[in-house]
Antibody, heavy 119, light 107 residues
Framework: QLQLQESGPGLVKPSETLSLTCTVS??????????WAWIRQTPGKGLEWIGS???????HYNPSLQSRVTISADTSKNHFSLKLTSVTATDTAFYYC???????????WGQGTLVTVSS | DIQMTQSPSSLSASVGDRVIITCRAS??????LAWFQQKPGKAPKSLIY???TLQSGVPSKFSGSGSGTDFTLTISSLQPEDFATYYC?????????FGPGTKVDIK
């Protein structure tokens, strides 16, 4: 059974960089057809797709965040990561990692982690 | 970006009711449409992909239909465990976008 687990600081100061890692177990992130995504959720904006990285390293980002986002993957550790720079209070959200594919949509989600931006 | 809308935004229903939620895309997404269920404090759970295909393990009381811009999620006989918020998502083109959700609560 595939499992995804987010990890990282729950509190980040304004203007600093939010960094999260998603560790995948029960399957390889190197598998073809899948891409690995970050999604966030706030009461005000609902669910927002941040971006994804494919098995071959190609990335796609939401244009609304593109200037501040980097998603990378470490296949040796079977995990992928999110960096969001210059955060403000509006970046406070639950952050989820997920597996996506054109074939199966978004089929697996991590449990989510709350990141609060505050001094 | 493709805009996703859902209706209603909330509904009250009784156990045993048939519930229909609609989702509309601002442009043609063929059948690249997924549905999710989310309960308070939990991650979304995938129910349906490709507009009408149930994810593995999802009970058959859930069904999806539609193509192009108009889609529906039907719960044939609402059970206590089905009270939740339901979201649609298009994955036809980047950025993938979600609907605002439909909250189903107990009448």
């Amino acid at each position: 059974q595939l499992q995804l687990q987010e990890s990282g600081p729950g509190l980040v100061k304004p203007s600093e960089t939010l960094s999260l890692t998603c560790t995948v177990s029960g399957g390889s992130i190197s598998g073809a057809i899948y891409f690995w995504a970050w999604i966030r959720q706030t009461p005000g904006k609902g669910l927002e797709w941040i971006g994804s990285i494919s098995y071959n390293g190609n990335t796609h980002y939401n244009p609304s965040l593109q200037s501040r986002v980097t998603i990378s993957a470490d296949t040796s550790k079977n995990h992928f990561s999110l960096k969001l720079t210059s955060v403000t209070a509006t970046d406070t959200a639950f952050y989820y990692c997920a597996r996506q594919s054109v074939t199966y949509g978004t089929d697996y989600w991590g449990q989510g982690t709350l990141v609060t931006v505050s001094s | 970006d493709i805009q996703m809308t859902q209706s209603p935004s909330s509904l009250s229903a009784s156990v045993g009711d048939r519930v229909i939620i609609t989702c509309r895309a601002s442009q043609d997404i063929t059948n690249y449409l997924a549905w999710f269920q989310q309960k308070p404090g939990k991650a979304p759970k995938s129910l349906i992909y490709a507009a009408s295909t149930l994810q593995s393990g999802v009970p058959s009381k859930f069904s999806g239909s539609g193509s192009g811009t108009d889609f529906t999620l039907t719960i044939s006989s609402l059970q206590p465990e089905d009270f939740a918020t339901y979201y649609c998502q298009q994955y036809k083109s980047y950025p993938f976008t979600f609907g605002p959700g439909t909250k189903v609560d107990i009448k």
